[in-house]
C-alpha cells in the first residue's frame, strides 16, 4: 500500500492503491521505502492534477540513492535507451539527496535529442541543492547548430544564461547569488522565453526559436564540442514542452512539496 494523493497539490490521502505510473516507476528503480514511495506518488498525481504531467518527456526524480536506481525516467521507466533512460558517466557522487556530478567528467546522458521536441514549446529544469558561483552548467546541449541550455551561471556581466531553440542567449540579472532552488528555462511560444527560479519568474525575453539542436541533453553538463560541467547537487530535473506562467508555478509547487516529503528542499 502507498499514498495516493486527490485533491490540492501538496495533499495527501491514504488510500488503497497508488497511482499506476507511480508504480510503475516505483517497481522499476526498486524504490522500497515508505516515504520515498509516497512521495513518487503523490508527485505523479499532482503533476496530474496540474495537467502538467501530458507535458513532459523526461522526469528525472533522483530517489532512492543509488545509480541504479536513478538513471530511471518517471514519465517512462524502461530501461531502454527511447525511454531516455539515463547513463552515468564519468564518476559523480549519488545518494539519497539525489545525484551530485563532479565538476570534471560527470554527467548523464539522456538519449533524449531536442528534436524530439517542439521547437516552439519546450522547457528544461534543474534543482539545485548546492550553493557555489561559477561557470557552469546543469542541463543542455550545445551543438553546432544552436545552443540549448539551461545555466546557472553567475558573473558581474553575464548573469544566469540561458536558450531555448535559439542561436541566441539570454543573459539574466538577477538580484541574488544563490544557486540554490529551483531553476527553468521555459519557451512557451516561437517568439520569447522565460526564466524561472521557484516560483518567481525572473525575465521574458523576445528572442525568436531557429531550431533545435542535434545532439542527446546532458544532466549535470551541456553536450557539445566543449563539454562545461557541473557541481550543482540535483534533486529532481525535467524536460518537456513550454510551460504556462499557471503551469510554471504549479511544477514548482509539486517539486518543492515532493523535496520537502523527502527532506531533502533548499
Known sequence: ????????IGSSVTVASGDADALAFITAAAITDTTQKSAINTLVTDLKTANIWTKMKALYPFVGGTAAQHRFNLKDPRAVDAAFYLDFLGGGTHSSNGYQPNGTTSYADTKLVPSVLSENSQHLSY???TQV????IEIGANSSVNNNFLGIYYSPTSGLRTSLASSTRTNIAIPST??????????????????????SKLTTDN????GND???????????????????ESAFSSIGDGLT????????????????TLNRQV
Open 1 to 8: 500500500m502507498i499514498l495516493s494523493t486527490h485533491g490540492i
Open 127 to 129: 534543482y539545485s541543492r
Open 133 to 136: 558561483i561559477g561557470g557552469q
Open 178 to 199: 544563490n544557486t540554490q532552488g529551483f531553476f527553468m528555462s521555459n519557451r512557451p511560444s516561437n517568439t520569447y522565453i522565460n526564466v524561472w527560479k521557484n516560483n
Open 207 to 210: 528572442v525568436a526559436s531557429t
Open 214 to 232: 542535434n545532439v542527446a541533453l546532458y544532466v549535470g553538463a551541456v553536450n557539445g564540442s566543449t563539454i562545461i560541467y557541473s557541481t550543482k
Open 245 to 260: 506562467d499557471g503551469e510554471a508555478a504549479n511544477l514548482y509547487t509539486a517539486v518543492q512539496a515532493y523535496q520537502t
